[in-house]
């Protein structure tokens, strides 16, 4: 079965540090990968999808076949940054396969 | 209207209740979601609906029961629930069901099963 990894759950990083949240999959093809933000008492919303290989709010995301992952990154974490993050690839038949999310939380 | 909406936002109901969820959107979208999700963990596909047809249901136990009335509304019923059913349960569309289409998700209805 396919299958998204986000190997950590906490992240806790002071504000102006480098950020990484980790994220690897299993599909052997081909992948639609996302990563969708669920700010606190806000709606899960989309924050980037690697087809679209656009920065936004300062992250970006690579996919990396040889690794089968997808981190996301960004140089500088700022305070309103904190948020759940998911990992999500797109199946056919409209299923998202989901990671188990990771929390940032950024210090000031 | 780019919004999903989703009423109510919270709803407290005991386990002989008959209630219902309802979603909306005005986007155009053809492919229209239930989620449930539970505090810190990732939404859980419940059903899918394609063209306003079921196309997906998770194996969810019959005390759900969906409906897709039109292409812009999506109501989910609840009938006799257990307590281990409170859970956010999300509602979520999206153009059609091609595996690169962004899903848009609602603010979630709130739900306490006493």
């Known amino acids: 079965a396919q299958r998204v990894t986000q190997p950590e759950k906490l992240l806790s990083v002071f504000k102006g540090a480098p950020v990484e949240l980790k994220c690897n999959y299993s599909?052997?093809?081909?992948?639609?990968l996302f990563w969708y933000v669920q700010y606190s008492r806000q709606r899960l919303q989309l924050l980037l999808r690697h087809i679209s290989r656009e920065s936004i709010k300062g992250f970006t995301a690579d996919l990396n076949k040889g690794e089968t992952s997808f981190h996301l990154k960004k140089p500088f974490a700022q305070e309103e940054d904190s948020a759940m993050y998911y990992c999500a690839q797109g199946n056919q038949g409209g299923k998202l396969i989901f990671g188990q999310g990771t929390e940032l939380s950024v210090k000031p | 209207d780019t919004e999903v909406t989703q009423t109510p936002k919270h709803l407290v109901m005991g386990m002989t209740n008959k209630k219902s969820l309802k979603c909306e959107q005005h986007?155009?979208?053809?492919?229209m979601y239930w989620y449930k999700q539970k505090a810190k963990k990732p939404p859980e596909l419940m059903f899918v609906y394609s063209y306003e047809k079921l196309s997906i249901n998770e194996s969810v136990p019959s005390r759900f029961s969906p409906e897709c009335p039109n292409s812009s509304l999506l109501n989910l019923h609840l009938h006799a629930l257990q307590p281990e059913d409170s859970a956010l349960y999300l509602c979520a569309s999206s153009q059609d069901l091609r595996s690169y289409n962004e899903q848009f998700f609602g603010p979630g209805t709130r739900l306490t099963v006493l």
């Open positions: 986007m155009g979208h053809r492919a």
């Open positions: 599909y052997s093809g081909s992948p639609e």
